[in-house]
């Protein structure tokens, strides 16, 4: 079987991170309805894909996958392909868990879904607190943040960070925080770790396979010249809550997909 190589960047605390992990948001589809039906086929990816030396995976409570994760780690583990320390995990804490006493028990429940004791990071997935009705809930993210400094002193997490957060976001955080966030998880290139999702066990193989070569300056500055400022994920449904961290679009889409909601289309029906 092919194998790839993955080498590891060093977080801030001194964990090592592998350079590349493994996404599992299975998204929405063309009605907005998460794309639940696919969880066989990522159990059957993931586990591809440690196989072939994947060691990073990045979820989410959102993504409503913990439990298929949890149960492809247990195998691998029982199949002697992994130890549980071989592997860097994370996950997030949704937006309606944003009370700085509901982190913690949002990363419990995480925990119990993937069946671990702990995960290597916990993020807090977005700046913005929203109810599961869809009510801007104004929390601070920095007493979110405090919530995620306690999960790490009670040893739930090795790693705590932020994701979707913008420059004025971070460094108000990096000024009032006791615990500087190990990452800032966002859609950009070069020079930091990467998380590409794929099905397809082609890709899965050819997204790794490209640590035996070097880009020099030149290239990069041509690469670059593709940069027209493009984003894939532009949640304009959220871009009045307080907290939206990127430029507002004149034409915003009205209503929040419930799938990001009450999350009644997806495996876990819970919305702890
Ligand atoms: N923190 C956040 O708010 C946030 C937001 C978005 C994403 N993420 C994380 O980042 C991960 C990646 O983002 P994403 O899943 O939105 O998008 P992505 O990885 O950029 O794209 C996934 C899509 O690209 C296809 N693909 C993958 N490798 C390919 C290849 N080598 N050639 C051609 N097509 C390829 C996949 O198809 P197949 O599956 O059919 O192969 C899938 O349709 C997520 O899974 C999630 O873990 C986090």
């Not at 949890?70 to 309606?96: A, N, S």
């Not at 532009?234 to 889409?253: A, C, G, H, T």
Request: hydrophobic residues 40%.
């Amino acid at each position: 079987m092919a194998k790839v190589n993955i080498p590891t960047f060093k977080l801030n605390n001194g964990l090592e991170m592998p350079a590349l992990g493994y996404g599992t948001w299975l998204g929405l589809d063309e009605k907005n309805v998460f794309n639940i039906q696919d969880a066989p086929k990522l159990v059957e990816a993931l586990s591809y894909a440690i196989d072939i030396g994947y060691r990073h995976i990045d979820t989410a409570h959102l993504y409503r996958v913990e439990p298929e994760i949890g149960q492809v780690v247990k195998r691998k583990i029982t199949e002697g392909v992994v130890k549980r320390e071989d592997l860097f995990i994370t996950t997030k804490v949704w937006q309606h868990n944003h009370r700085e006493a509901d982190v913690e028990k949002s990363l419990r429940a995480s925990l119990k879904r993937l069946d671990m004791d702990y995960v290597d990071l916990v993020l807090i997935h977005w700046p913005m607190s929203i109810s599961s009705d869809g009510v801007d809930e104004k929390i601070d993210y920095l007493k979110t943040y405090r919530g995620l400094e306690a999960a790490l002193r009670a040893g739930l997490t090795r790693a705590i960070g932020v994701s979707n957060f913008n420059l004025q976001q971070m460094s108000r955080l990096l000024d009032n925080c006791n615990v500087i966030p190990a990452t800032n998880q966002i859609e950009y290139q070069r020079g930091i770790a990467t998380i590409p999702k794929s099905l397809t066990k082609s890709r899965i193989l050819e997204n790794a396979s490209i640590f035996d070569f070097e880009l020099d300056e030149k290239d990069v500055a041509e690469i670059a010249k593709f940069d027209n400022g493009y984003r894939t994920d532009v949640p304009s449904f959220w871009q009045e809550y307080e907290n939206y961290p990127f430029d507002k679009i004149p034409e915003p889409e009205k209503e929040i997909p419930l799938s990001l909601l009450k999350w009644k289309n997806g495996a876990n029906l819970d919305i702890d």
